[in-house]
């Protein structure tokens, strides 16, 4: 029982690792690095504005996760004030999400609740089995095979809340490619590109999303 689960829940992460190689870490080491002209907290005021937004209220906090809804978005200090093409990116894709929670709000919070429970699922259940081990209620076999399998289901529901936010992706990514929302058409499609990529990043459970490449936010 033990190893079945074991095997069932790490199949769908390795091929999520496997994934977010392909399609993310592969851009972000293309062009991710390179400095733009405009900072993150520019760049999401410029999608909010673009799509008749600017009352949507931003914020700069220091957040383990960041908060978004139909009328808010706050962006961590490295998202706001960075000129690194990811970071900016990253920005102006939450800011996407926040267009896109104005239209489908519960839609959106369905992603929001699955990048978090990926984070504090499996490492509640870790702890738990840590303990089960220790006191003998259960062998270690059948205690990583519950990780893994906690693992494998926090990985499914990243898949299926994942076209949430390449909706968001895309609609930020159209408004680059039909728009002057940076100053150089270079950095606009790298830019682009960048928040394309960017929702392949969080297929891993944030948990252990560090592994093998950069780590989910």
Not at 48 to 57: F, M
Request: glycine letters at 6%; proline letters at 4%.
């Amino acid at each position: 029982m033990g190893k079945l689960l074991l095997l069932s829940g790490l199949i769908p992460v390795f091929l999520s690792f496997l994934v977010r190689k392909l399609l993310y870490e592969r851009v972000v080491k293309n062009e991710g690095e390179e400095s733009v002209a405009l900072s993150g907290e520019e760049f999401a005021r410029a999608v909010l504005k673009k799509a008749k937004a600017d009352s949507i209220e931003l914020t700069i906090k220091k957040l383990s996760f960041t908060k978004l809804g139909p009328n808010h978005l706050t962006l961590s200090p490295d998202q706001a004030f960075s000129t690194q093409a990811e970071e900016v990116a990253e920005a102006g894709l939450l800011a996407g999400m926040v267009l896109l929670a104005r239209q489908q709000e519960k839609v959106v919070g369905w992603r929001t609740w699955a990048l978090k429970f990926s984070w504090a699922m499996p490492s509640f259940t870790t702890v738990v089995m840590a303990f089960a081990m220790v006191i003998g209620k259960l062998s270690v076999s059948l205690s990583l095979g519950v990780v893994a399998a906690v693992l494998g289901l926090s990985t499914l529901l990243l898949w299926l809340t994942l076209p949430v936010e390449r909706a968001a992706a895309g609609l930020v990514a159209e408004m680059l490619e039909d728009s002057a929302l940076v100053p150089r058409r270079s950095e606009s499609e790298r830019l682009a590109s960048l928040v394309r990529a960017m929702p392949w990043r969080k297929i891993i459970p944030g948990s252990i999303a560090w592994i093998g490449g950069r780590s989910s936010r």
